[in-house]
């Protein structure tokens, strides 16, 4: 029913001449998966090489960050309008490390998400709670609060259009995962929080990824629970066999 999304976040990493390489190595092999969606995203600046490396594959192409504003003063952003224009279909946005480490507030992801939505990108929507927060029983609190801030008014329709990212910041490149039960339960409680604000058809239709040192070997077992459609990944996204390799364990 919803299409698996497999997705690399590939952080600041890579160069010029890496980037490419690990775009033309994931368009290459791109085919074997026909029926998932395979997205990269790589730093702002190699998009356009990017975009070039997997032209006519099926690997589509997103940004990890946007600003909510279409043009103007805004010095050092850039707005959706110009990541459609060098061919991005999604835009990671509300990563933790932009909560957490550049100050990204909900209300901050709430604008660009509403502005990518109007624009037609692809809006992933990152919630996840610190380990403070977890141990302290407040996941679920946080969850909430991140989504509710987040994706304040949007209509049924334009959350459907939503990609939601479940990563416990806990679990970022730390080689920590969460365990199964750990994982599907936020994803359950944020379908269901689709579902109270919105309604039955959009819960249904929204894909939620998890994300957080998620690799080949531990990729199928992730992907079988009910609730997780995909996946986020940052390190094992740049090696192109780990990256597919999670791919395959999607199928
Ligand atoms: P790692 O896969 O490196 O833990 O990163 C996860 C992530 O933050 C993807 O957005």
Redesign the pocket.
């Known amino acids: 029913m919803r299409r698996p999304l497999i997705a690399g ?1 590939w952080k600041m990493n890579t160069d010029r001449a890496s980037a490419v390489a690990l775009a033309t190595g994931v368009a290459r092999r791109a085919s074997e998966f026909a029926q998932l969606d395979l997205l990269i995203c790589p730093p702002a600046v190699y998009l356009i090489p990017a975009a070039e490396a997997i032209a006519g594959s099926k690997a589509a192409l997103g940004a990890q960050n946007m600003y909510h504003e279409a043009n103007g003063a805004f010095t050092g952003e850039l707005s959706a309008a110009m990541l459609l224009d060098v061919g991005c279909k999604y835009v990671i946005l509300g ?1 933790s490390e932009r909560r957490h480490i550049l100050g990204e507030t909900d209300s901050a992801v709430n604008k660009k998400t509403i502005a990518a939505l109007d624009a037609g990108l692809i809006p992933i929507v990152c919630v996840g709670e610190m380990l403070a927060e977890r141990e302290a029983g407040k996941t679920a609190d946080v969850i909430r609060r991140q989504f509710e801030g987040s994706l304040a008014g949007l209509t049924a329709e334009q959350a459907g259009r939503v990609v939601l990212a479940y ?1 416990p910041v806990w ?3 730390t080689g920590k995962v969460a365990t199964l039960d750990q994982a599907e339960e936020v994803h359950a409680a944020l379908r269901s929080l689709l579902a109270q604000r919105y309604n039955r058809q959009s819960a249904d239709s929204v894909r939620i990824l998890y ?4 690799k080949p070997s531990n990729a199928g077992e992730l992907l079988s629970q009910p609730n997780i459609d995909g996946a ?5 996204s740049l090696k192109v066999d780990d990256f597919l390799g999670i791919a395959a364990a999607a199928k």
């Open positions: 976040n990563h990563e679990a970022i490149g994300g957080g040192s998620v986020l990944i940052g390190g094992a």
